[in-house]
């Protein structure tokens, strides 16, 4: 059975840090792009961040460069995502999707509504607080 289970998620005061995790499980996790999306209510789903599992490119949206941080430990099956200096307007329910590594990170993460993911998780809520 599939699964992507994330956590790490919470309630923390703007400037502050979190770590997001997303396990896997199902499938063969190096051959597979890792993305981070985010929907905040009332907005459509966006693309945090990307990383590829066989060449290691990352893609960040711009508003989260310099801020976020996104890696992978394939021997754990898990990719972080460390957020840092955290603003009220990252408040968004966060989660992990994968896609075979034939997609690039940009098009994983920049091409709307991500249809073509193929396992998502359940998400985690992230809460910054002014």
């Known amino acids: 059975e599939v699964q992507l289970v994330e956590s790490g998620g919470g309630l923390v005061q703007a400037g502050g840090s979190l770590r997001l995790s997303c396990a896997a499980s199902g499938f063969t996790f190096d051959d597979y792009t890792i993305g981070w999306f985010r929907q905040a209510p009332g907005k459509e789903r966006e693309g945090v961040s990307c990383?590829?599992?066989?060449?290691?490119?990352?893609y960040y949206v711009d508003s989260v460069k310099g801020r976020f941080t996104i890696s992978r430990d394939n021997t754990k099956n898990t990719v972080y995502l460390e957020m840092n200096s955290l603003k009220p307007e990252d408040t968004a329910v966060y989660s992990c999707g994968a896609v075979t590594d034939r997609w690039s990170v940009q098009a994983m993460c920049v091409i709307p509504r991500q249809t073509f993911v193929q396992y998502w998780g359940q998400g985690t809520q992230v809460t910054v607080s002014s």
């Open positions: 990383l590829s599992g066989s060449d290691g490119s990352t």
